[in-house]
C-alpha cells in the first residue's frame, strides 16, 4: 500500500527539548512538505523540499530544521527555539507528474510542550 | 503572494439536503489549480476536488462539485445529498502551475451535518 506514515501519532515533550518529527512515504514523490495545523489558522507551510539535498523555509520556518538524505524521508526537528510548539503536525508529498499537483498527506503527529 | 479566505468559519446543514461553501483568493497567476480538501474528526486530510484553472467546466467527484468563476477569483463547493460522513473540516486551497507546487491553504470551514 502506498502512503505517507507519520510517526508518533502523540508526543509530548518538556520545555527546553528538541524533537524529531518522523516522515516518510512510499508513493515516489520528489517533493515533501510540512505544515503546521492551528485552530482557526489553517495550514501553515513550515519547509518544503522538491529533491533530495535541498530544501528551502516556509512561512513560519523559525524554530525549525529539516533534513532530506533521501527521498522517502523528510524528517522535521522542532527545536527550543520554537516558541509555540504545542500543535498539530502534517506532512504532505506531491509530484508534478500527472498534472496533479495535489498534495497527499501523513495522518499527522499531535506534539504537546510542556 | 496569493491569499485564500473562506468566509464561513461554521455551516450546519440537514442531513440529505445541499450545502455550498465558499472561498475567494486572490492571485496574479493565470494559471493554476485549485482544490478542496476535507479533514473529518481523524484529522486526516482527504483530497475532494480539483479544478484546473484553464478548464471553464466546473469539476464534478459524485456529490461533490464546483463552481468556478476565474474573473470573480470564486471557486465554492457544492455537496449535494449530504451524509453524515461528511461533517469535517473542508479547505479551499491554491497553488500555481509553474511554481513550485507550493499550496496556500484557507482557514477552513467546519461543517455539520445534522441527522
Known amino acids: 500500500d502506498g502512503g505517507i506514515t507519520q510517526s508518533p501519532k502523540y508526543l509530548f515533550r518538556k520545555e527546553g527539548q528538541n524533537v524529531t518529527l518522523s516522515c516518510e512515504q512510499n508513493?515516489?514523490?520528489?517533493?515533501m512538505y510540512w505544515y503546521r495545523q492551528d485552530p482557526g489558522q489553517g495550514l501553515r507551510l513550515i519547509y518544503y523540499?522538491?529533491?533530495?539535498?535541498?530544501?528551502q523555509k516556509g512561512d513560519i520556518a523559525e524554530g525549525y530544521s529539516v533534513s532530506r538524505e533521501k527521498k522517502e524521508s523528510f524528517p522535521l526537528t522542532v527545536t527550543s527555539a520554537q516558541k509555540n510548539p504545542t500543535a498539530f503536525y502534517l506532512c504532505?508529498?506531491?509530484?508534478?507528474?500527472?498534472?496533479?499537483?495535489?498534495?497527499?498527506f501523513g495522518p499527522g503527529t499531535r506534539l504537546t510542550v510542556t | 503572494a496569493q491569499t485564500v479566505t473562506q468566509s464561513q468559519p461554521e455551516m450546519s446543514v440537514q442531513e440529505a439536503e445541499t450545502v455550498t461553501l465558499s472561498c475567494t483568493y486572490d492571485?496574479?497567476?493565470?494559471?493554476?489549480?485549485l482544490f478542496w480538501y476535507k479533514q473529518p474528526p481523524s484529522r486526516q486530510m482527504i483530497l475532494v476536488i480539483r479544478?484546473?484553472?484553464?478548464?471553464?467546466q466546473n469539476a464534478t467527484e459524485n456529490r461533490f462539485s464546483v463552481n468556478f468563476q476565474k474573473a470573480a477569483k470564486s471557486f465554492s463547493l457544492k455537496i449535494s445529498d449530504s451524509q453524515l460522513g461528511d461533517t469535517a473540516m473542508y479547505f479551499c486551497?491554491?497553488?500555481?502551475?509553474?511554481?513550485?507546487?507550493?499550496?496556500?491553504f484557507g482557514t477552513g470551514t467546519r461543517l455539520t451535518i445534522i441527522p
Open positions: 504532505a508529498s506531491s509530484t508534478p507528474t500527472g498534472g496533479g499537483y495535489e498534495q497527499y
Open positions: 508513493l515516489n514523490h520528489d517533493a
Open positions: 523540499s522538491q529533491i533530495v539535498n535541498d530544501f
Open positions: 492571485t496574479s497567476e493565470s494559471n493554476y489549480y
Open positions: 479544478q484546473e484553472a484553464y478548464k471553464q
Open positions: 486551497a491554491f497553488t500555481p502551475i509553474l511554481g513550485n507546487e507550493k499550496l496556500t
